[in-house]
């Protein structure tokens, strides 16, 4: 039975049993029991909240963070590639990531500057035997750089344009230290880089006499280099160590148990035909109100707390301060596996509080969606629930009042919505988000 099924406690949000899901609220004060069986789909269907296709960053990813394997990676969305160095889309004809591993003797690493050897032409012993070609993955990656291809001379070169390339996600593995120019990989495992640009491209001949196609990428990252002082500093923070099996499996338990209780989760029966909840007492929803005039507390024994804009953002998102106490909970950090920036921010943005059930709800192709998730978070402009504290898309809620009906999708509290913005930490999140 999954570890977050046996969660005691209002912090859980939701319980898992073999015949139905239980919902709680924050405050413990509503619960809510939907029948079904909750179905666990298999390891890499449903462990990324992320798009397949996402070029440049990916948003709760910080510079730095290192697993122990590909199969992490993958996982995680940072290279989808588990065998693959570089990894891309013949549709968009982009290459998202590349990994340097040391597989190839023509490889050099200066840091912000790579000179990366194409795919191809090798055996199943790794050795070359036979030429590259401009194709494939290396025709992808040929057409990230914002120069034009020189067909008589076999090059590109994007010279000072170079940055209007298309990004590329860069991650080293330990085995990147074998490479000529010098030591910039991690100790062990494989670390997120940041953002690389390629500058320039040629066909050239290898070590083994057969020609290969040769790449020049360039640092164009806001975030410190790993490899650097202030890289390390930062890692402290946001990556302090490296990502294990343990942490691993703690989170394909979160994320797939997380999406076979979203698959269950549905509108409350009778919402759009105006009913509304008979057992709301008035001494719980004076409970309720009188929570928001509470601050945010939080324990010196949590295991991880943000800083900076997102930690500030979350202190004045005063209107979601029950679903943040429970997110702080040191207990609930344990349960879920929360350990960094990465973790804090990937469980945050798969509380059910923060999706908006009307867009669940909705077919795939009217939904509310950002542009860079695959489940549906809910819009920055929102109304939230004082009694289940779930947020719902602004736009959402009013096409429901257009038709007379004002009472919460979830919980059906009447009339005890409260207008709300995440803006401020979806950016600090950097979670872009589409105007409705």
């Known amino acids: 039975m999954s570890e977050m099924s046996i969660i005691q406690g209002p912090q859980a949000g939701f ?33 990324t909240i992320f798009k397949k296709f996402i070029i440049g960053s990916i948003p709760t990813v910080p510079t730095g963070f290192t697993t ?45 500057i790579i000179v990366y050897t194409g795919a191809g032409g090798h055996d199943k012993t790794g050795q070359q035997t036979s030429d590259q070609q401009l194709t494939g993955r290396n025709l992808q990656l040929a057409k990230c750089c914002a120069g034009t291809y020189n067909r008589a001379e076999k090059t590109g070169n994007a010279g000072d344009n170079w940055k209007k390339g298309s990004p590329i996600r860069v991650v080293r593995g330990s085995g990147s230290s074998r490479q000529a120019g010098g030591s910039y990989g991690p100790g062990e495992g494989y670390r997120y880089d940041g953002i690389y640009k390629v500058a ?28 650097t002082a202030e890289g390390r500093r930062a890692m402290r923070y946001a990556a302090p160590r490296v990502f294990r099996e343990v942490d691993f499996s703690k989170r394909n338990d979160y994320m797939i148990t997380f999406q076979s209780v979203l698959a269950l989760w549905r509108i409350h029966p009778g919402y759009w035909d105006g009913v509304v909840a008979q057992d709301y ?29 997102l930690l500030d953002a979350i202190y004045e998102d005063i209107t979601n301060k029950r679903i943040w106490q429970r997110l702080f909970d040191r207990t609930y950090q344990q349960s879920v596996g929360i350990r960094d920036l990465m973790s804090f921010c990937e469980v945050a943005l798969t ?12 077919p795939a192709a009217t939904r509310y969606s950002t542009p860079s998730l695959e489940i549906p978070l809910v819009h920055a402009e929102s109304y939230h629930c004082i009694r289940c504290d779930c947020n719902f898309c602004k736009t959402c809620i009013n096409k429901s009042k257009t038709r007379s ?11 005890l919505f409260q207008k709300n913005t995440l803006k401020a930490v979806f950016n600090a999140m950097h979670i872009e988000q589409r105007a409705r």
């Open 15 to 47: 319980r898992v049993k073999t015949d139905s899901i239980q919902l709680i609220s924050s405050s413990g004060r509503y619960t809510r029991t939907i029948r079904g069986i909750p179905e666990r789909k298999p390891f890499m269907d449903k462990t």
């Open 68 to 112: 122990l394997t590909k199969k992490q990676l993958a996982s995680i969305g940072i290279h989808r590639a588990i065998q693959a160095g570089i990894d891309g889309s013949a549709q968009l004809e982009k290459v998202f990531s590349i990994v340097m591993s040391g597989e190839y003797a023509e490889n050099e690493d200066r840091g912000d």
């Open 200 to 227: 320039q491209y040629w066909e050239s001949v290898g070590i083994t006499g057969h020609k290969i196609w040769r790449f020049i990428l360039q640092r164009d990252d806001e975030s410190p280099a790993p490899w």
């Open 281 to 309: 007492r008035n001494s719980d929803k004076n409970k309720d109100i009188g929570d928001f005039n509470e601050e945010l507390e939080i324990s010196q024994n949590t295991i991880f707390k943000p800083r900076g804009e």
């Open 351 to 362: 509380q059910l509080e923060f999706i908006c059930l009307l867009c669940h709800a909705s």
């Open 405 to 415: 009906i004002h009472s919460c999708p979830n919980c059906l509290a009447p009339k």
